[in-house]
């Protein structure tokens, strides 16, 4: 197991305390878990950019790395919505699309194809961690004003939906062929 698919590792384990603390109610706790997930989010950075320095990208940790973010990401907007601070609708979203592109992944895996994150899919990351950072923001200091996140709740939707509409254009052809 190398370095990178380590830090991703310790992604997946961190979402538990992230959760945890963030449904407490209790604003230390909350602090807690907004440092937990400042870590777990830099792992995401690091992973990355280590496997690729050190040539040690593989297919395992390409595949780890989409499933740690889900399970972060997915697990602390269930914190948010438990809080009441983000919609329903908008996990309904996330998760929609994820499974999506899952099930593309895995159709594209049984055809011998690993399909790796593209822009889209790392802007869409990116956006639902900085939205994530703002919802902490709201939740610890009262800014951004709730109007403002379901503003920015419509286009996390949007970016998140624009991702897999984009995967299951440039991936049509795994569709394809006899079965």
């Known amino acids: 197991m190398n ?5 991703t590792i310790s992604r997946i384990i961190l979402t538990l305390p992230v959760l945890l603390l963030l449904t407490t109610g209790n604003t230390f706790a909350h602090y807690l878990s907004a440092f937990v ?4 989010a830099l792992t995401d950075f690091f992973d990355g950019r280590i496997a ?4 040690m990208v593989t297919d395992l940790g390409k595949f ?7 399970i972060l990401v997915t697990s602390v907007f269930l914190g948010f919505m438990a809080l009441s601070k983000v919609s329903v609708w908008l996990l309904f979203v996330i998760v929609f699309r994820d499974t999506i592109v899952s099930g593309i992944r895995m159709l594209a895996s049984s055809q011998g194809r690993v399909i790796a994150a593209d822009i889209f899919g790392k802007a869409k990351t990116a956006v639902q961690m900085a939205f994530i950072v703002l919802l902490y923001t709201q939740l610890l200091w009262g800014f951004p004003d709730q109007g ?4 920015l709740e419509f286009v996390v939707a949007v970016i998140t939906l624009v991702s897999g509409f984009n995967y299951l254009l440039k991936n049509m052809q795994i569709f394809e062929g006899g079965q």
Request: without cysteine; positive net charge; aromatic residues 8%.
């Open 3 to 7: 370095l990178p698919n380590l830090l």
């Open 148 to 151: 403002a996140t379901v503003w």
């Open 37 to 40: 997930f400042a870590v777990a």
């Open 52 to 55: 690729r320095k050190r040539g």
């Open 64 to 70: 780890l790395d989409q499933i740690s973010d889900k």
